[in-house]
């Protein structure tokens, strides 16, 4: 694609003739109305002062975190029993918060059992995203209806279609941001029933890592119960927040592209 | 502002979304920062109704609410992945303009034009399109259905859209020749 405008334009009019349709538009206009009535049915008194309250609770937070006394773990080991944790062959559900660099927040939802079974789930104002790998097969399947499930038996396969997709919707394994730890400053905050380990880096850390890494667990087991990414001022994301949801199990088929599409969509292997 | 004003608007911002996403996404690379554009550039319409000229045509003054969204996404943050500068931002309302006067009720119906182009193409740029924009193929998964290099499928697909540029164009201004 060149930057001749005539040809983003055509482009862009390639786009609207054979991906999109009115449908696009409804879902990006009623976005856009939503925004507007919200924002006329908060005075904005209200919002003025709701914020700092807010900001007030989680300064609150914070104090208290601090004035807890040291946990009996050291924060490697808590790191190193999550690990062991989140390793074991147990289905788990976290609903998944991205900001990227420019404020856009993306909500999705991320499975896993043990680190051998993952499914990512976007839902968009473009359609919904899926992504995953069954043990076997990594596999994308696109927003757009028409667009054939992708399929490769090379899991590495999967962060480069994703890549492909934009930055709101990261790869996202919870053995790697956990392995990621080891390579950062590690600080201890844990406090009564949670541990809660706060990584910063350092000039060993990873390249386009986060700056700081939060994790909080359960203090019993190591069960992780959120991680917290940020980025400061580099890169395109801000913000990734994965929140444990649920530990149900799920149907083995769960976790292949099969179920996430319908069963005459295309699907090319490579 | 009234409940009136906030339903002739929705009637509006419905008639000129299609062209504005257009617009947007000819100016950006990222689809989905075309996508927060327009939210942007929808809410700031609305808080500017009171100054909007009822003589000027509201898609075009919506695409200029929309242009400088675009150049204050990219003043806010540097790395903001913007395909065109203000000149070419310009250029590309023209552009609007002149698909906006073409033949049909609305931008879908004159799309009509720009498919009939496609289905002209010689094979091998009509199965680029098609593999490109309906299923959405991109990178090397696009590269290898066309069993081509990265490279050469980047060329190919740029001759296709030069020469539906030609084609699209040639149809509007025959339509606009038959209206004279």
Redesign the interface.
């Known amino acids: 694609m060149t930057d001749d405008p005539q040809d983003r334009f055509l482009d862009a009019l390639l786009h609207r003739a054979f991906s999109e349709g009115r449908a696009d538009d409804d879902h990006r206009v009623a976005a856009a109305l939503a925004r507007i009535d919200r924002r006329s049915a908060w005075p904005r008194r209200f919002v003025s002062r709701a914020l700092p309250t807010l900001a007030a609770a989680g300064l609150a937070a914070v104090a208290l975190i601090f004035a807890t006394g040291p946990a009996t773990l050291s924060a490697q080991e808590v790191v190193e029993r999550s690990m062991a944790r989140a390793a074991l062959l147990r289905d788990r559900a976290y609903d998944v918060r991205i900001e990227t660099r420019f404020g856009r927040e993306v909500e999705g939802e991320l499975f896993v059992r043990g680190n051998e079974r993952i499914v990512l789930h976007f839902e968009t104002p473009r359609g919904s995203l899926w992504a995953g790998y069954d043990g076997e097969e990594a596999w994308v399947v696109p927003r757009r209806p028409r667009a054939p499930v992708l399929v490769s038996s090379d899991p590495a396969r999967i962060e480069s279609w994703l890549a492909e997709r934009g930055p709101a919707h990261p790869f996202l394994q919870v053995d790697a941001l956990l392995e990621r730890l080891r390579n950062y400053d590690l600080q201890d905050l844990s406090s009564g029933q949670h541990l809660v380990v706060l990584g910063q880096r350092n000039a060993t850390s990873e390249e386009r890592g986060p700056d700081t890494l939060e994790l909080t667990a359960r203090a019993g087991t190591g069960e992780i119960e959120s991680l917290t990414l940020k980025w400061e001022r580099r890169g395109p994301l801000r913000r990734v927040e994965l929140r444990l949801r649920d530990e149900a199990p799920r149907a083995d088929g769960f976790y292949g592209h099969a179920t996430h599409h319908d069963p005459g969509r295309r699907v090319l292997r490579r | 502002m009234g409940m009136k004003s906030?339903d002739l608007f929705?009637i509006l911002?419905?008639e000129h979304?299609?062209m504005l996403?257009?617009?947007l996404?000819?100016?950006v690379r990222?689809?989905?920062?075309a996508?927060?554009l327009?939210?942007e550039?929808?809410?700031a319409a609305?808080k500017a109704l009171d100054r909007y000229d009822r003589d000027r045509p509201f898609g075009r003054w919506l695409r200029g609410i929309a242009a400088r969204q675009v150049m204050a996404?990219r003043r806010?943050?540097s790395?903001?992945p913007l395909?065109?500068g203000p000149n070419?931002?310009e250029?590309?309302e023209g552009?609007?303009h002149t698909?906006e006067h073409g033949p049909g009720d609305d931008?879908?119906e004159r799309?009509e034009l720009?498919?009939e182009c496609?289905s002209r193409l010689p094979a091998e740029g009509r199965e680029a399109?098609?593999a490109?924009?309906?299923?959405?193929?991109?990178?090397q998964?696009l590269a290898?259905?066309l069993r081509l290099s990265t490279e050469a499928t980047?060329k190919r697909l740029?001759r296709a859209?030069?020469q539906?540029?030609r084609c699209?164009h040639g149809k509007l201004a025959d339509y606009q020749q038959e209206l004279a």
């Open positions: 906030r929705e911002v419905r979304a299609a996403s257009v617009f996404r000819s100016a990222d689809p989905g920062l996508d927060d327009f939210q550039t929808v809410v609305w996404a806010k943050q790395n903001v395909a065109l070419d931002i250029a590309l552009l609007c698909v931008l879908d799309l720009l498919r496609v399109i098609h490109r924009y309906h299923e959405a193929l991109r990178g998964v290898a259905r980047r740029q859209r030069e539906l540029a699209f």
